[in-house]
């Protein structure tokens, strides 16, 4: 009787044994992924969704929760006006934010100047002109 229990005590040490690495596995393959992000810190997303918004409250400034800017990315215009029904002529940035810039090669373009930073888009819509402003500000701490 004691032969056995040994037995059933050491298996359920080596399936304790398997959880723990399976574990670390699961933890090293998730900083390998790392790379991806939130949807709430994506400014792709965050600018597409609050500017839909600013269309239907035109008059009003929309603002985006707190959005990391990285470096080496370009946020262009085409790409984050989403289905909100404008065209990129109607869209325009203000850069108030000293780590991001208009890029030089393209004017519908901004990118973090030299480091990854984190900022947030006031977006406001003129009904009278049909365009809008996407102010690039920093977070607010």
Not at 7 to 16: E, I, M, P, R, S
Not at 22 to 28: D, E, K, N, Q, R
């Amino acid at each position: 009787m004691k032969n056995a229990l040994k037995g059933q005590a050491f298996d359920t040490f080596k399936l304790l044994i398997a959880a723990i690495v399976a574990i670390s596995i699961l933890g090293v393959m998730m900083g390998i992924i790392g790379g991806t992000t939130l949807p709430g810190s994506d400014p792709n997303h965050e600018i597409k969704s609050k500017l839909s918004s600013a269309v239907i409250n035109a008059g009003n400034t929309v603002t985006t929760s707190t959005i990391k800017f990285k470096f080496g990315d370009t946020y262009c215009i085409t790409a984050l006006k989403g289905n909100s029904g404008l065209d990129d002529d109607q869209i325009d940035f203000d850069v108030q934010h000293n780590g991001i810039e208009i890029s030089p090669d393209d004017s519908k373009c901004i990118q973090a100047k030299s480091t990854d930073v984190n900022g947030r888009a006031a977006i406001k819509c003129d009904p009278s002109t049909a365009t809008c402003t996407i102010t690039i500000k920093p977070a607010l701490n």
